[in-house]
């Protein structure tokens, strides 16, 4: 029975605490003082019998001097090389985004295909083959922490690590799977049962809905007394006889308006239309799921659309589009130009005019005035507006969002609740008349997602067995898994003062309190990560990079 560092010498005892997990295990050394000096970082080797674990590469920490009973000794504590992986440069990447209700082909990436990166990063080849691949969880990282990223990311989907000894890869593991703690060599031990009640549904929200459509623009004015917005004929100065015979450009002939209303009516008329309905000039959904009053519910309506995939670095996507039946002047018909102009038709896009959508208010803006000509007079333009939209509950006024519940257990009692970044998204198509053809859905999408939480949340609430062994002589070969969440070994090299070597063991919870939690070991990392004098050396080191730019 034996333990070794380099460069130790008189050794006493080592005690090595195993856990589970991206942050790193301790090894406690204990022996003479000596001034031999000893490496910051060396293999701790472990035997017994026929036995024997190697911890590569670990790092010396801590080194103190003390006083017992019978002699003076010197104590060490090493991390193992998990230390290392928070050097790790930071991560960025994003896989799994959808569009359209698809994943974008060229960003696809399985769980365990993310896994694999990420241990890359960590200077590792683990062995990652417990995790699934056809599950695609979104993930965006912008420069982020490697460690702190890879344990959300397994945690997350039901899996953590387990390092391996010597040249072993470490392993993924499946949290609450695992082996049990064998009874040979016991010398004492407990076990417990945590009974658990599960839910009777998972209630699965996900992200606001949205959804591409058709709406109908009117041509509208603003009341240059009040600053109400209003169809142009209802404005208080619309001429008498309608503005078929007024100029579409300098509006002659309005009366009652000083030179400054006169202008702001100029920019409005003929310049600017809002949404009165969707395309059918109603307020029902075009897929026939219900309705609203008013536009107030679907404001502000968003500049883009989903049905592409043409994504800028900006995040954003292709704006709106315009159609309709407008008068299309000489320089707008190519070459060679037509003579006089002439109406398009209701289904062509509006191109060459330079437009503005104030999604605020539902109002689309152009620079220069957009009509019709019929039988001589000018009226408005007959427009439809292309772009997409999220709409408020008509009862509590929140923005409609999918919702999936699904049975997990028959004898269960009330909700598990899980929200979801994914969304739902519809897109409508019409024909040339702007008429309903079709509309697509990710709904399939949304509900195998929520389909396959169902596993998981289930798994929260199986009553959990747990056990806790001390056993007489070390066993070396007993290590952490899924359900075995720590094991500690005990060396004492025959020290007459504490002779005792053992091996002590638990599953499903963690014995020893002296070691920090995984939940504590985390959150000291990220407290490192925030600390002003870190912060500080961030801010220098940006700083002397804008000076070197």
Same mark, same amino acid.
């Given at each position: 029975?034996?333990?070794?560092?380099?460069?130790?010498?008189?050794?006493?005892?080592?005690?090595?605490?195993?856990?589970?997990?991206?942050?790193?295990?301790?090894?406690?050394?204990?022996?003479?003082?000596?001034?031999?000096?000893?490496?910051?970082?060396?293999?701790?080797?472990?035997?017994?019998?026929?036995?024997?674990?190697?911890?590569?590469?670990?790092?010396?920490?801590?080194?103190s001097a003390g006083l017992t009973s019978d002699?003076?000794?010197?104590?060490?504590?090493?991390?193992?090389?998990?230390?290392?992986?928070?050097?790790? $440069?930071?991560?960025?990447?994003?896989?799994?985004?959808?569009?359209?209700?698809?994943?974008?082909?060229?960003?696809?990436?399985?769980?365990?295909?993310?896994?694999?990166?990420?241990?890359?990063?960590?200077?590792?080849?683990?062995?990652?083959?417990?995790?699934?691949?056809?599950?695609?969880?979104?993930?965006?990282?912008?420069?982020?922490?490697?460690?702190?990223?890879?344990?959300?990311?397994?945690?997350?989907?039901?899996?953590?690590?387990?390092?391996?000894?010597?040249?072993?890869? $470490?392993k993924v593991v499946q949290l609450g799977t695992?082996?049990?703690? $064998?009874?040979?060599?016991?010398?004492?031990? =407990?076990?417990?049962?945590?009974?658990?009640? $599960?839910?009777?549904?998972?209630?699965?929200?996900?992200?606001?809905?949205?959804?591409?459509?058709?709406?109908?623009?009117?041509?509208?004015?603003?009341?240059?007394?009040?600053?109400?917005?209003?169809?142009?004929?209802?404005?208080?100065y619309a001429p008498g006889a309608g503005w078929?015979?007024?100029?579409?450009?300098?509006?002659?002939?309005?009366?009652?308006?000083?030179?400054?209303?006169?202008?702001?009516?100029?920019?409005?008329?003929?310049?600017?239309?809002?949404?009165?309905?969707?395309?059918?000039?109603?307020?029902?959904?075009?897929?026939?799921?219900?309705?609203?009053?008013?536009?107030?519910?679907?404001?502000?309506?968003?500049?883009?659309?989903?049905?592409?995939?043409?994504?800028?670095?900006?995040?954003?996507?292709?704006?709106?589009?315009?159609?309709? =039946?407008?008068?299309?002047?000489?320089?707008?018909?190519?070459?060679?130009?037509?003579?006089?102009?002439?109406?398009?038709?209701?289904?062509?896009?509006?191109?060459? /005019?330079?437009?503005?959508?104030?999604?605020?208010?539902?109002?689309?803006?152009?620079?220069?005035?957009?009509? /019709?000509?019929?039988?001589?007079?000018?009226?408005?333009?007959?427009?439809?507006?292309?772009?997409?939209?999220?709409?408020?509950?008509?009862?509590?006024?929140?923005?409609?969002?999918?919702?999936?519940?699904?049975?997990?257990?028959?004898?269960?009692?009330?909700?598990?609740?899980?929200?979801?970044?994914?969304?739902?998204?519809?897109?409508?198509?019409?024909?040339?008349?702007?008429?309903?053809?079709?509309?697509?859905?990710?709904?399939?999408?949304?509900?195998?997602?929520?389909?396959?939480?169902?596993?998981?949340?289930?798994?929260?609430?199986?009553?959990?067995?747990?056990?806790?062994?001390?056993?007489?002589?070390?066993?070396?070969?007993?290590?952490?898994?899924?359900?075995?969440?720590?094991?500690?070994?005990?060396?004492?090299?025959?020290?007459?003062?504490?002779?005792?070597?053992?091996?002590?063991? =638990?599953?499903?919870?963690?014995?020893?309190? /002296?070691?920090?939690?995984?939940?504590?070991?985390?959150?000291?990392?990220?407290?490192?990560?925030?600390?002003?004098?870190?912060?500080?050396?961030?801010?220098?080191?940006?700083?002397?990079?804008?000076?070197?730019?």
């Amino acid at each position: 029975m034996a333990w070794s560092y380099p460069g130790v010498i008189g050794r006493k005892e080592l005690v090595y605490t195993q856990t589970l997990g991206f942050q790193p295990d301790v090894v406690l050394l204990t022996f003479n003082i000596q001034t031999d000096p000893i490496p910051n970082v060396g293999n701790v080797t472990m035997n017994w019998g026929a036995e024997t674990i190697v911890l590569p590469n670990c790092l010396a920490d801590f080194g103190s001097a003390g006083l017992t009973s019978d002699r003076r000794h010197m104590m060490l504590r090493l991390f193992d090389r998990r230390i290392f992986w928070q050097r790790a $440069p930071s991560i960025s990447g994003e896989y799994n985004s959808q569009r359209a209700g698809s994943l974008v082909a060229s960003r696809v990436m399985s769980l365990r295909g993310l896994a694999t990166i990420l241990f890359t990063y960590l200077g590792e080849t683990a062995d990652v083959s417990v995790l699934p691949t056809d599950v695609y969880p979104p993930v965006s990282w912008q420069c982020e922490d490697v460690v702190e990223a890879a344990q959300n990311l397994l945690e997350e989907n039901g899996f953590t690590v387990s390092l391996g000894y010597g040249s072993e890869a $470490p392993k993924v593991v499946q949290l609450g799977t695992g082996l049990d703690l $064998p009874d040979t060599n016991k010398f004492i031990g =407990s076990v417990s049962v945590n009974d658990k009640i $599960p839910p009777r549904y998972l209630k699965n929200c996900f992200a606001e809905s949205i959804a591409q459509v058709r709406l109908k623009l009117e041509a509208v004015g603003r009341d240059t007394d009040t600053g109400e917005w209003m169809p142009i004929d209802d404005l208080p100065y619309a001429p008498g006889a309608g503005w078929g015979a007024t100029q579409p450009y300098s509006l002659p002939g309005l009366s009652g308006l000083t030179d400054e209303q006169q202008q702001e009516a100029n920019g409005y008329v003929r310049r600017a239309y809002r949404v009165m309905g969707f395309a059918d000039e109603t307020w029902n959904f075009p897929d026939g799921s219900g309705s609203i009053p008013d536009l107030s519910y679907m404001l502000p309506l968003q500049n883009r659309l989903i049905d592409t995939e043409d994504i800028r670095p900006d995040t954003s996507r292709r704006p709106f589009r315009v159609y309709g =039946s407008y008068y299309k002047t000489e320089k707008e018909t190519g070459q060679p130009p037509i003579p006089g102009g002439a109406n398009t038709d209701i289904f062509e896009p509006v191109v060459s /005019r330079e437009m503005y959508l104030d999604g605020e208010n539902g109002i689309l803006f152009f620079d220069e005035p957009i009509f /019709r000509v019929s039988g001589g007079a000018i009226e408005p333009a007959d427009l439809w507006l292309e772009c997409s939209v999220q709409v408020r509950s008509t009862s509590d006024g929140s923005w409609a969002h999918y919702e999936k519940i699904n049975d997990v257990n028959t004898a269960g009692i009330g909700y598990f609740n899980v929200t979801h970044q994914q969304r739902a998204e519809t897109i409508v198509e019409y024909d040339a008349d702007h008429a309903v053809v079709t509309y697509t859905t990710n709904q399939a999408a949304l509900d195998a997602i929520a389909a396959s939480w169902v596993s998981t949340v289930a798994g929260l609430f199986v009553d959990v067995y747990g056990k806790h062994v001390v056993y007489s002589i070390p066993k070396l070969s007993l290590r952490c898994d899924g359900a075995i969440k720590q094991v500690q070994h005990i060396l004492t090299c025959g020290d007459n003062a504490n002779p005792v070597n053992r091996t002590i063991a =638990s599953r499903n919870f963690e014995f020893d309190r /002296r070691i920090p939690s995984k939940s504590q070991r985390l959150a000291h990392l990220r407290g490192l990560l925030s600390s002003p004098a870190l912060q500080t050396v961030k801010s220098v080191t940006r700083q002397q990079k804008d000076n070197n730019d």
